[in-house]
Nanobody, 117 residues
Framework: EVQLVESGGGSVQAGGSLRLSCAAY????????MGWFRQTPGMEREGVAR???????QYADSVKGRFTVSLDNAKNTLYLQMNSLKPEDSTMYFC???????????WGQGTQVTVSS
């Protein structure tokens, strides 16, 4: 069983920073594809940042240049460094992981990020 345990969410002022962590338990795929998604009720899910088995990354245009995704393979932990946060970044963030050959994801429980003006 794969369990994704997130931490690091919280409330900050605009311009501040947060670092989200996602510890992946029982996820032993040789080729790990992981990412961060966010979703506000009534809106579509958005892929914020993804990291692929070859180490390449992708970012949503809305966060590019401000957010950085990384994977510590030794700790089996995914990170999302969020800088220059904006109020529009406020929503629930979800960690996701899959073997890169899959098309479906394991999901974390979600963590709330709130950015005040």
């Amino acid at each position: 069983e794969v369990q994704l345990v997130e931490s690091g969410g919280g409330s900050v002022q605009a311009g501040g920073s947060l670092r989200l962590s996602c510890a992946a338990y029982g996820f032993t795929s040789k080729n790990k594809c992981m990412g961060w998604f966010r979703q506000t009720p009534g809106m579509e899910r958005e892929g914020v940042a993804r990291i692929f088995g070859n180490g390449s990354t992708q970012y949503a245009d809305s966060v590019k240049g401000r957010f950085t995704v990384s994977l510590d393979n030794a700790k089996n932990t995914l990170y999302l460094q969020m800088n220059s946060l904006k109020p529009e970044d406020s929503t629930m963030y979800f960690c996701a992981a899959r073997p890169c050959s899959w098309t479906t994801w394991y999901w974390g429980q979600g963590t709330q990020v709130t950015v005040s003006s």
